[in-house]
T-cell receptor, first 114, second 116 residues
Framework: AQSVAQPEDQVNVAEGNPLTVKCTYS??????LFWYVQYPNRGLQFLLK??????LVKGSYGFEAEFNKSQTSFHLKKPSALVSDSALYFC????????????FGSGTQLTVLP | SQTIHQWPATLVQPVGSPLSLECTVE??????LYWYRQAAGRGLQLLFY??????ISSEVPQNLSASRPQDRQFILSSKKLLLSDSGFYLC???????????????FGSGTQLSVL
């Protein structure tokens, strides 16, 4: 069975500084990796995905994530954080070929301080 | 454009009472439909998955059930709620078939269920 670990429950970063939200995974075979974001009082939204190809994936709102197969990681990054980036971020993984087996991490609360 | 509606937004129910949460999708046909639960401090847990009318797959044994009476309607139910059923419930849909170019879920706004 696959699993996702988000080792940090809370990440605080100053506005304008780079941010990283960590994610490591375990899955059989090739992984499909996702980041979702949950803004306050809003639903969960898709941010970006890695299916295949370039290890650096660019997504919405200036976010990007780097797939590292040897470290089984898919960390979310942004060069310059905004206060409006404050939200709950979820990493998810599933093995290729099975839609139902999408496994989410426990989430990381990102707070960007003005 | 596609939209997903989920209601109610909040619900407080006594232990032993029944439950019915409804989710509808507009602007698409033949979607995959999902029910997730988000417990405090834990990740999203897939509860049910449906690829078509009347086709329900249960991912974990539990006190809940799901039904899909229409193509774009997905209902989460319980005959008798338990305290442990409290949580944040999210409905989601995805394009079917889930091919590589359509790899994303679209979530509803969620229902916060408190069982007292």
């Amino acid at each position: 069975a696959q699993s996702v670990a988000q080792p940090e429950d809370q990440v605080n970063v100053a506005e304008g500084n780079p941010l990283t939200v960590k994610c490591t995974y375990s899955v059989s075979g090739n992984p499909y990796l996702f980041w979702y974001v949950q803004y306050p009082n809003r639903g969960l939204q898709f941010l970006l995905k890695y299916i295949t190809g370039d290890n650096l994936v660019k997504g919405s709102y200036g976010f990007e994530a780097e797939f590292n197969k040897s470290q089984t990681s898919f960390h979310l990054k942004k060069p310059s954080a905004l206060v409006s980036d404050s939200a709950l971020y979820f990493c998810a993984v599933r093995p290729s070929g099975s839609a139902r087996q999408l496994t989410f991490g426990s989430g990381t609360q990102l707070t960007v301080l003005p | 454009s596609q939209t997903i509606h989920q209601w109610p937004a909040t619900l407080v129910q006594p232990v032993g009472s029944p439950l019915s949460l409804e989710c509808t999708v507009e602007g698409t046909s033949n979607p995959n439909l999902y029910w997730y639960r988000q417990a405090a401090g834990r990740g999203l847990q897939l509860l049910f998955y449906s690829v078509g009318i009347g086709q329900i797959s249960s991912e974990v044994p539990q006190n809940l059930s799901a039904s899909r009476p229409q193509d774009r309607q997905f209902i989460l139910s319980s005959k008798k709620l338990l305290l442990s059923d409290s949580g944040f419930y999210l409905c989601a849909w995805s394009v079917r078939p889930l091919i590589r170019s359509n790899e994303k879920l679209f979530f509803g706004s969620g229902t916060q269920l408190s069982v007292l």
